[in-house]
């Protein structure tokens, strides 16, 4: 099973992002690690079209191809790595991507089990600001687990009961298994209404009638986003439990 980070230098909100220095080690570095220590992963590879990255990655031994640069989105870039790769259409390709250093392993593996075409990962929200925050991912989950709705907003929306229970609230945790065959659809598909509005990816196959399982993992530090979560990222990477 191949497990693809697809990392790139520029973002909107974190200058050169993948290059964060964090407690003595790249943000890049720190995501390979964590996909690196899921047992059924075959390889962790690193697909990027930056001389940077590609000199980082190759500074911490992790496995490197070289992609285009014209990607709009992490999909693309995973869907071109599978092809450079040789993943066969039945396989299961993993995206995990490179702004999550804190994924729940069991999730990803519960993620892949449950990939018929596209699983992933929500875990709880905590708190209000955490679900009113449009740089925090939700999804809405229908009882069989499939996804019904991922958006920046804060769904879903208690008419009657202001402090509806948190259980319902679940934040989305960046890290897609997809079918190969299912991949290679979605890189496929034209970008979407919903996903133009939303700037989420993931509506593009959702729109488009594919099927994405939704795995509950336990709460798990969100993952680096904004400027604001460096600081924390690098406090919760520089304890003891993390580093050991």
């Given at each position: 099973m191949?497990?693809v980070?697809p ?21 890049l ?16 590879v ?47 390709v ?27 990962i929500?875990a ?9 925050s449009?740089?925090v ?6 009882a069989?687990g499939?996804?019904?709705y ?5 769904i ?10 948190t ?18 659809r ?5 970008e ?33 986003d ?14 003891k439990e993390?580093?050991?």
């Amino acid at each position: 099973m191949i497990c693809v980070l697809p990392a790139r230098i520029s973002s909107t909100r974190i200058s050169r992002k993948p290059l964060q220095p964090l407690a003595g080690r790249t943000l890049l570095e720190w995501c390979w690690r964590a996909a690196s220590a899921i047992r059924s992963f075959d390889r962790v590879v690193i697909a990027t079209d930056s001389d940077e990255i590609e000199g980082c990655a190759r500074g911490f031994d992790a496995e490197v191809v070289r992609t285009r640069s014209d990607h709009a989105s992490g999909t693309d870039r995973v869907d071109e790595a599978a092809d450079l790769l040789g993943a066969a259409e039945d396989d299961v390709v993993v995206n995990f991507q490179a702004d999550e250093p804190f994924v729940d392993g069991g999730a990803i593996e519960g993620a892949v089990r449950r990939a018929e075409e596209v699983a992933t990962i929500a875990a709880p929200i905590r708190a209000d600001e955490e679900w009113r925050s449009p740089a925090v991912v939700k999804v809405a989950r229908a009882a069989d687990g499939r996804a019904l709705y991922f958006s920046r907003s804060p769904i879903p929306f208690s008419r009657d009961e202001p402090e509806f229970g948190t259980r319902a609230r679940l934040r989305h945790v960046g890290v897609y298994a997809c079918r190969r065959s299912a991949l290679k659809r979605w890189a496929a598909l034209p970008e979407s209404t919903l996903e133009r509005a939303e700037r989420l990816e993931q509506l593009r196959a959702l729109e488009a009638g594919m099927r994405i399982h939704v795995e509950l993992g336990p709460w798990t530090e969100p993952g680096v986003d904004l400027p604001a979560d460096i600081m924390r990222a690098e406090r919760v990477l520089s304890s003891k439990e993390v580093r050991g």
